[in-house]
């Protein structure tokens, strides 16, 4: 799989985003090699805290296949999923993510996965991959935070 060719997808969607004043993440679901749905951050307008890309791509992929597993499929988002994600990620038996920027300096994700997975006794684990244009989906959030509090 090309996953800058993916990321580039998510980076659109997340423009999209902050074009409705949303906090700028995109993401996009392929199931066996197919885009299935593509969602970006709804939070702000909907007045809706689970309005995250990740969740909004995952509800409309679930309806789109009737189902709530998400066998063989690969997630894609412009930054590394926050706990709730996660968990919704685990729960739609997601097999792969592929995210962009870190949520900190750390690049710690890996163990702070690890840490709510043993914590909470998570029965699936999927396979993370992080940094992939890294640079250009930071900018994206940071420029947007940078601007909201000037």
Sequence with gaps: MNHEFYMKECISLAKMSKEY????????LLKNNKIISKAHNTSISLSDPTGHAEINVIRDACKKINNYRINNSVLYVSLEPCLM????ICE???ENVIF???ADY?????SKFNYVKNRFKLNHTPKFIGGILEEECSLL???FFKVKRS
């Design 85 to 88: 994600c996660i968990s919704a």
């Design 21 to 28: 004043g949303e906090v700028p993440v995109g993401a996009m």
């Design 141 to 143: 959030i940071k420029n």
């Design 92 to 94: 739609a038996r997601i």
């Design 100 to 102: 962009g920027a870190y």
């Design 106 to 110: 750390d690049k710690n994700f890996q």
